[in-house]
């Protein structure tokens, strides 16, 4: 199974390992199912584990975050995505649509999201919640 995730659940799993996120992110890097990153997933997640706030709750430096980044490639598959395999947008939210260009590029099986902003395109996309997924990785 091929899984996109929401940053804002990575960021949630390294944060509190022992959540539904910790579980998912550590399911993934454990290849219980192959995560999927892209360029603006990593961009992101480098992003945010800058945030003193963050810094100060991990205990990382900018050295710690990027070898993180950099162990990634070890156990998450790499998507690049070019202009001709996005064929949607989301003009609501700019932040998503790298996640929703990463679903799409990948053909993964899932994007597993954190909030509801990208539900709605459930029916178009194979979305599902934090919770759900969570549940489908349990059996």
């Known amino acids: 199974?091929?899984?996109v995730v929401d940053t804002n659940i990575w960021i949630a799993g390294l944060l509190l390992p022992k959540s539904m996120a910790g579980e998912v992110i550590a399911?993934?890097?454990?290849?219980?199912f192959s995560l999927i990153v892209s360029q603006p997933i990593l961009d992101k997640l480098k992003k945010v584990l800058a945030?003193?706030?963050?810094?100060?709750?991990?205990?990382?430096?900018?050295d710690k975050i990027?070898?993180?980044l950099s162990l990634l490639g070890f156990f998450a598959e790499f998507v690049e995505l070019k202009k001709s395999n996005i064929k949607a947008k989301v003009a609501w939210d700019a932040n998503?649509?790298?996640i929703l260009h990463t679903l799409i590029a990948s053909k993964a099986d899932y994007l597993v999201i954190g909030d509801n902003d990208l539900l709605c395109l459930k029916q178009?996309?194979?979305?599902?919640?934090?919770a759900e997924f969570h549940?489908?990785?349990?059996y």
């Open 1 to 3: 199974m091929r899984v």
């Open 27 to 32: 399911a993934g890097q454990q290849n219980k």
């Open 51 to 62: 945030y003193l706030k963050i810094q100060k709750r991990l205990h990382w430096n900018e």
């Open 66 to 68: 990027d070898q993180y």
């Open 96 to 98: 998503d649509a790298p």
């Open 124 to 130: 178009d996309y194979p979305i599902i919640t934090l």
């Open 135 to 138: 549940k489908l990785i349990q």
